[in-house]
């Protein structure tokens, strides 16, 4: 167990939806990262936040978006979902010191669009 | 841009062999390097990582693997495959080790023959 949670494991929905996945990190990280793994594209960095603030803008679509809140769990919003969005989306915590470099991983959230 | 290259999508072992998965790095800067672990239906798990410090790195599980940068390489070996390894492996770079958006390999998924 990597003390990293998100929700839901598994979601299910249509073309031209809008979901939001969720993740609690770590206690005591302050960083939030969101990871798209899909099969023809691997492992895609999306977002970093730090503390509440964005940090890093990777491959995010401007159909998504996401936050960090004051209790530092992060929200990915996917809108207008396409066929397309299907895939795993992990969220990673760190506490963001330089010493580290060790990302703890989600189980992640499997969207399926149909 | 750093990235890395995994050579072979899929390795299938003999219990009790040696396992060999390869990683080839592209970095304009110092990299910083990483293999994951993902087994099935989980996160990823870092095995080890390379910060410059010693360039033979001593992960979990009994991995272990080797920086060499006249072959800009990152091979990850184990002496002898245990039915448990069986699962995928990433390669992984980064700027630097307070820089975590990670670049990753598309993966090796590795089987162990009983």
């Not at chain 1, 396409?82 to 330089?98: I, K, T």
Request: proline fraction near 4%.
């Amino acid at each position: 167990d990597s003390g990293v949670t998100q929700t839901p494991k598994h979601l299910i929905t249509a073309t031209g939806q809008r979901v939001t996945l969720r993740c609690s990190p770590r206690s005591g990280d302050l960083s939030v990262y969101w990871y798209q793994q899909s099969l023809d594209q691997g492992l895609q960095f999306l977002i970093q936040y730090y503390n509440g603030e964005e940090r890093a803008k990777g491959n995010i679509l401007e159909r998504f978006s996401a936050q960090q809140f004051p209790d530092l769990h992060s929200e990915l919003n996917l809108s207008s979902l396409e066929l397309g969005d299907s895939a795993l989306y992990f969220c990673a915590s760190s506490v963001a010191s330089p010493d580290t470099g060790e990302l703890f991983f989600g189980e992640g959230s499997r969207l399926t669009v149909l | 841009a750093q990235s890395v290259t995994q050579l072979g999508s899929h390795v299938s072992v003999s219990e009790g062999a040696l396992v060999l998965l390869r990683c080839n790095y592209s970095s304009s800067v110092p990299p910083y390097l990483f293999w994951y672990v993902q087994y099935p239906n989980q996160g990823l798990q870092l095995l080890l990582k390379y910060t410059s410090a010693a360039t033979l790195v001593k992960g979990i599980n009994g991995f272990e693997a080797e920086f060499k940068k006249s072959e800009t390489s990152f091979h990850l070996t184990k002496p002898s495959a245990h039915m448990s390894d069986a699962a995928e492996y990433f390669c992984a770079v980064s700027r630097s080790s307070n820089d975590y958006k990670l670049s990753f390999g598309a993966g090796t998924t590795v089987t162990v023959r009983a």
